[in-house]
């Protein structure tokens, strides 16, 4: 292993290179998969215990790893805590694009994991960035703070999801008393929204800050967590069916057919259906008018899962007009 550590910024920000040795006897090394890693802090300082540990766990899975100590309000100024942090989370992103070949990783396979504030960061690369990661580890992550509660403003990812977000592999904790799992569960909640690949654990024990979870970076605060340290070889596997472009989100077949089984929005797109269910089946354009989201959905869907909110003579009535448009 080679230990490099490779100046970020103008506060001191340093990223430590953690690299494996190629050669004869093992030749996928010479080409990793690469996690860069942000512990986490409040944005006031990088917890040890989520830097070094998570990077041996990584490397100890064939990966090269890299953990960048951003800066934080200990050696920054804390209005330009976030500002400064965010702009070295770039650079170390260009760094490994651009040193892809020295650094002995896959440019293509390259993701990110932080924890508590360390995730909001690596999420604000992700969300933010202008070189995304491939995919994102996110631990007990901070998505939302109001007004200044660690002292700064920062920005609210829940807002900043778009459709070049990556997919995202989310873990916490049901009793974290300083990052409600809440705030996963809503990060979760807008990547489906957008088919956006996700994986979430949402583990019954344990508190904030419980990193790898193991024994030897325990201490009174953190106590050992087995239950909750298995997230790392379920986050390998995230990570192996992203890297290998597996399709975890299926795209439905379409129905092609005019019938109760074809996409709401579809038959009120198509002037024919339209015009058959304003004059058989008014109230289901009226509920669409109200409940938009459920465009996406069968008629047929949208009776079952509302215990049969329409009229069945109604619908048999629109599904035989509607064959008759085949």
């Known amino acids: 292993m080679k230990i490099t550590q490779i100046p970020m910024g103008a506060h001191n920000a340093q ?3 953690y690299l494996q040795d190629p050669c004869t006897e093992m030749p996928a090394l010479d ?3 690469a996690i860069l890693i942000f512990p986490g802090g409040a944005y006031a300082f990088c917890s040890d215990r989520e830097a070094d540990p998570v990077a041996l766990a990584f490397l100890n899975a064939g990966y090269n790893a890299f953990v960048l100590r951003y800066s934080v309000s200990q050696n920054c100024p804390v209005e330009e805590v976030y500002t400064n942090a965010f702009a070295e989370a770039q650079e170390a992103m260009d760094y490994l694009h651009q040193n892809a070949g020295d650094l002995h990783i896959d440019p293509e396979q390259i993701a990110v994991v932080g924890f508590s504030a360390g995730g909001h960061l690596a999420a604000s690369v992700g969300t933010m960035g202008r070189v995304r990661p491939a995919a994102m580890l996110l631990g007990y992550a901070v998505f939302s703070v ?8 920062l920005p609210d990812l829940l807002q900043q999801v778009d459709d070049q977000t990556p997919p995202a592999f989310l873990f916490a904790t049901q009793g974290d008393h300083l990052v409600p799992a809440t705030q996963s569960l809503q990060f979760a909640t807008l990547l489906a929204e957008r088919k956006i690949p996700y994986e979430m654990h949402i583990f019954a024990y344990g508190d904030h800050g419980f990193s790898t979870g193991s024994r030897h970076i325990a201490n009174p605060q953190n106590p050992e967590n087995p239950e909750s340290a298995v997230w790392q070889g379920m986050a390998l596997g995230f990570l192996n069916h992203i890297f290998n472009h597996d399709v975890l989100v299926p795209a439905p077949e379409e129905v092609k057919e005019f019938c109760l089984d074809m996409k709401i929005g579809t038959l009120l797109d198509t002037p024919q259906s339209a015009a058959l269910i304003q004059q058989l089946l008014p109230e289901l354009a009226q509920y669409v008018q109200q409940e938009p989201g459920s465009r996406g959905i069968s008629v047929n869907n949208l009776q079952f899962y509302s215990n049969k909110m ?17």
Do not use: Q, Y
Not at 146 to 153: S, Y
Not at 310 to 326: G, I, P, Q, S
């Open 146 to 153: 109001p007004g200044k509660a660690l002292g700064m403003e």
């Open 310 to 326: 329409f009229d069945e003579e109604k619908l048999a009535a629109l599904n035989e007009a509607l064959a008759k448009l085949n």
């Open 15 to 17: 990223l430590t290179c």
């Open 31 to 33: 080409r990793c998969p």
